[in-house]
């Protein structure tokens, strides 16, 4: 059994008349299983996620995110009872699955994007989640952005525009300063090599701690429906500063 399987779908004409409102978009629910066999029928936790089919990125479940989620599932000790910050949440498959395992969390997508969030707001809802949801564009210190302080910090595939980097590690790098013992845990695809994110990290005074493999730790029902060079690296600041 496909462990991301869609359930449901609705759709709408895509023509628009004249004072009308536009259609609505064309969606989907999946469904993803984790623990037991990671399917319908064994099972230990079940998150559906509403999802855009057309070209929306903030409204689609990306591998990178499937990765993350499962990652989350199985450190569900660590995650249980620590503030979690999702960055470029998107669908917030991994958010919902550290909110479920009993983690406070904050679940985040880009402030003006108001669709996007009203998703998050509706899949929270749909899995009986009682997740913040908030406005938070990378590198615009608005005054929320001063009120968290996570003990882990998510985002999956968010290394997808370098316009984007510096911003969203300025982004990253006030959130682990904000928060001592921080960390950073994010899931990408590996299409330039590691020395990338060296790089950034580098620059913005942050360490690499760990450094796996995506596909290492996932089981192979997922696996299979999934394609690329996808890896995960925990990171945290080079030198905390002093209290």
């Known amino acids: 059994m496909d462990s991301t399987a869609p359930s449901s779908t609705s759709s709408s004409s895509s023509e628009e008349e004249p004072g009308r409102a536009p259609p609505p978009r064309m969606t989907t629910v999946s469904r993803h299983y984790f623990g037991g066999a990671s399917a319908e029928s064994d099972h ?6 509403v999802e855009n089919i057309e070209d929306d990125y903030g409204m689609f479940v990306w591998p ?73 564009t990378w590198g615009d210190w608005d005054e929320p952005v001063f009120d968290l302080h996570p003990d882990i910090i998510l985002g999956a595939d968010v290394l997808y525009d370098s316009a984007k980097f510096d911003d969203l590690f300025a982004t990253v790098t ?43 730790f996932l089981p192979s029902c997922k696996a299979d429906s999934l394609q690329g060079n996808i890896q995960l690296v925990e990171i945290a600041l080079e030198k905390e500063k002093p209290k």
């Open 174 to 216: 006030f959130l682990l300063e904000n928060s001592p013992g921080a960390v950073f845990i994010t899931t990408y695809h590996n299409r330039s090599g590691h020395h990338l994110i060296e790089f950034l990290m580098v620059k913005w005074g942050l360490k690499c701690l760990k450094l796996l493999d995506g596909f290492s």
């Open 64 to 136: 990178c995110s499937v990765i993350l989620a499962e990652y989350v599932w199985q450190q569900r000790p660590r995650f249980s009872r620590s503030k979690v910050v999702e960055l470029g949440a998107g669908t917030s498959l991994p958010g919902l699955v550290a909110a479920k395992v009993g983690a406070d969390v904050t679940l985040t997508d880009i402030a003006h994007n108001a669709e996007v969030l009203d998703n998050i707001r509706q899949i929270c809802s749909l899995n009986n989640a009682n997740c913040t949801v908030l406005g938070l």
């Open 44 to 49: 230990d936790l079940r998150v559906d996620i």
